[in-house]
């Protein structure tokens, strides 16, 4: 009996034994199965922190001076970063010889000419008459200088084929009117210094300067509006001359200088009222200073002058 009970109690230690080893077994291994969740868990947390700090370094050691260099790919969505935003885009210089010349124009003053349609043929010159070529970088900023009264017809007219012209020619460049106020003797060479300083303090890069009367347009758009190294006389045949110099030291209608070629003869006389005379000491002034002036061909430098009432304002020069 005490052999049979003994038998029964070593079966059920062993059983007891046996089920010790296998809950120490589950729990062993339920153990490191969390542990390598665990691990694993916190190894993506301990590789995404050094990349996301390590991503800016690596960027900025990047050649991105290359077109369309990029960073490596590290293999994980990239941090937002600080890039500049877009520049303007660098254009080439503007042609000599710029290709949209077309040449002899035909001129007529008797279509009506509303400053409406000025505005409408000349979207992109902006208030004020300024304008820049979208497509290239002028080597000169211009100003076209007006002596100006009692005109409008003819300032119509002028904008309506100096603007395209102008635009053609590429030039960056702005237009101004300078309005003589009331009734007394008119002054042309004074408006012209008055143009010239008003101009720079608007914009003080202005570095070539045009001085056109109102009435005169150029039959050519290849008599390109630029300074040169000498002043340049533009209207060297008006039709109201045959088409030829008055005589050899002409320099009035159409004119250009430099800025400093402005400053050297201490800018137009400002003595002179009502008709004539201002021209020839512009000449004088230019001769003196050791310069000589540059003028286009012939058959390039014609000009029509828009008619009008030569007494419509008691004023001797139909210019004035």
């Known amino acids: 009996m005490s052999r049979l009970l003994g038998g029964t109690l070593e079966r059920v230690c062993k ?7 296998l809950h120490f077994l589950v729990a062993v291994i339920l153990y490191f199965d969390v542990y390598a969740q665990h691990l694993a868990f916190f190894s993506r947390f301990s590789a995404r922190g050094p990349a996301r700090a390590l991503h800016p370094a690596a960027s ?3 050649n991105f001076s290359r077109p369309n260099a990029t960073a490596p790919s590290s293999g994980l969505p990239e941090a937002p970063s600080a890039r500049p935003g877009p520049t ?33 043929e000349n979207p992109g010159v902006l208030l004020g008459g300024r304008y820049t070529p979208p497509d290239c970088t002028p080597a000169q900023t211009v100003a076209v200088i007006i002596p100006f009264r009692h005109r409008e017809h003819h300032l119509r007219y002028w904008l309506h084929y100096l603007h395209p012209i102008l635009r053609r020619q590429r030039l960056r460049y702005g237009v101004y009117v ?18 010239f300083l008003e101009a720079l303090k608007e914009d003080a890069t202005y570095d070539c300067f045009i001085f056109s ?3 005169l347009v150029p039959m050519d758009d290849r008599n390109l509006y630029r300074c040169g190294d000498q002043p340049r006389h533009f209207a060297i045949a008006m039709d109201k001359f045959g088409f030829r110099l008055p005589y050899a030291g002409y320099f009035g209608g159409v004119s250009g200088l430099s ?14 009222w009502g008709w004539g005379g201002e021209d020839d000491d ?7 200073t050791g310069m000589k002036i540059s003028r286009p061909d012939i058959r390039i430098g014609r000009y029509r002058m828009i008619k ?12 004035r």
């Open 213 to 215: 009367d109102v009435d």
């Open 178 to 195: 300078i309005n003589q106020h009331g009734e007394d003797t008119f002054n042309r060479a004074k408006l012209l210094n008055v143009g």
């Open 88 to 120: 303007a885009p660098i254009l080439p210089p503007c042609p000599d010889s710029p290709p949209g010349l077309v040449g002899r124009l035909l001129i007529e003053f008797t279509s009506p000419m509303p400053l409406e349609r000025v505005q409408r």
């Open 282 to 288: 512009i000449f004088n002034r230019i001769s003196l």
């Open 259 to 272: 800025k400093a070629q402005f400053l050297r003869i201490n800018g137009f006389p400002n003595e002179y």
């Open 60 to 62: 900025s050691s990047t």
């Open 15 to 21: 059983a007891v034994l046996l089920l010790c080893l």
């Open 308 to 319: 009008h009432d030569r007494d419509k304002h008691n004023e001797p020069n139909p210019q």
